[in-house]
């Protein structure tokens, strides 16, 4: 997954200036940094105040522009989806739109959720929430769900949303998996196990069909009245928040049904606080037993309902921190 951005707040006015510095850098290829930024300052938009620097900074941050020494080039994302809208230097409709749909597929807005095809009401919330996105959406004319473009415009951006949740997701999922594998490894070393990837394997990257993410070995710590190689499946739990009170993970009928098999060798490891970046954690992991979620994960009572998915929410401060 790519790099996340850090969201800063962005006005009407840095787009302005964003799209200025498209423009330019479109007509004349290869210009100068300092040229085009001159140029912007100069224009007299916006009464002479353009924010060129930040129209810059969100033009290479967003990947519409990138830096050739000191040349500014267009993108081949700009080239394809937001030059081709505008002719002229003054920003327009259909290009603020598409800058606006790229800033927001690379961020999990937490105001999308108040998305209403009732104009009044989803702007009496944005104007509580985010009320510089209120006046970009309404610079995009955004609020008129009369006009079919528009209605076309936010189904793409709550498809995007979707896929950016699902990628967030999925990045802090495979975060969490490979910092379950190096401690594993780690941990198995220190008993004396050596090489360690002979004893600790990364199951989900070979298949996700076992109904669990690393199998490992007891060594000393999951030793208890077992013997030290025998097996342990654990299946991974991560997520980005810090809130160790109410862990909230679901588990897979897949997985539980792995779990039922093997209930005295199956443990759920727990990260928080993760890091996609940095691929990092604030903690973990932290072990939980599948005996222990034993009496309350659901059971079927029907052959005609049953159960694929169950949440849980856990308070992580009962368990163990490896």
């Known amino acids: 997954m790519k790099k996340r951005i850090r969201y800063y707040p962005i006005s009407h006015g840095h787009v302005v200036a964003a799209w200025h510095l498209l423009y330019l850098s479109n007509i004349y290829k290869g210009i100068n940094v300092k040229d085009a930024i001159n140029i912007v ?59 606006l749909l790229h800033i927001l597929s690379s961020h999990n807005f937490e105001w999308l959720i108040y998305y209403n095809t009732d104009s009044e009401i989803f702007r009496a919330s944005l104007l509580e929430n985010d009320r510089y996105w209120e006046s970009l959406l309404s610079n995009a004319k955004l609020f008129d769900f009369e006009d079919q473009d528009v209605n076309i415009w936010w189904d793409r951006v709550l498809s995007k ?104 060798s199956y443990y759920f490891f727990c990260w928080t606080g993760v890091n996609i970046d940095n691929e990092t954690a604030q903690y973990g992991p932290i072990v939980i037993p599948a005996k222990e979620l034993l009496s309350q994960v659901p059971s079927d009572n029907s052959e005609n309902c049953q159960w694929s998915e169950c949440r849980c929410i856990i308070n992580l401060n009962r368990f163990e921190l490896i």
């Open 161 to 264: 949303y979707e896929e950016y949740k699902e990628g967030v997701k999925k990045a802090i999922g495979d975060v969490g998996e490979k910092l379950t594998y190096q401690s594993e490894l780690q941990r198995i070393a220190k008993d004396g196990y050596n090489p360690p990837k002979t004893f600790v394997k990364w199951a989900s990257r070979i298949s996700d069909r076992f109904g669990f993410d690393i199998l490992s070995i007891r060594g000393d710590y999951f030793y208890e009245s077992y013997q030290k190689l025998d097996s342990i499946q654990i299946e991974v739990k991560s997520t980005d928040s810090n809130n160790l009170e109410s862990f909230r993970f679901f588990i897979s009928k897949p997985e539980w049904i792995k779990a039922e098999e093997n209930m005295d």
């Open 41 to 99: 300052l100069s224009s007299g938009k916006l009464g002479g105040t353009v924010p060129a620097s930040q129209g810059l900074k969100l033009c290479i941050d967003y990947g519409f522009l990138r830096f050739h020494g000191k040349e500014l080039h267009v993108t081949e994302k700009s080239e394809s989806s937001i030059i081709p809208k505008c002719e002229t230097e003054e920003l327009n409709t259909p290009v603020l739109r598409a800058i």
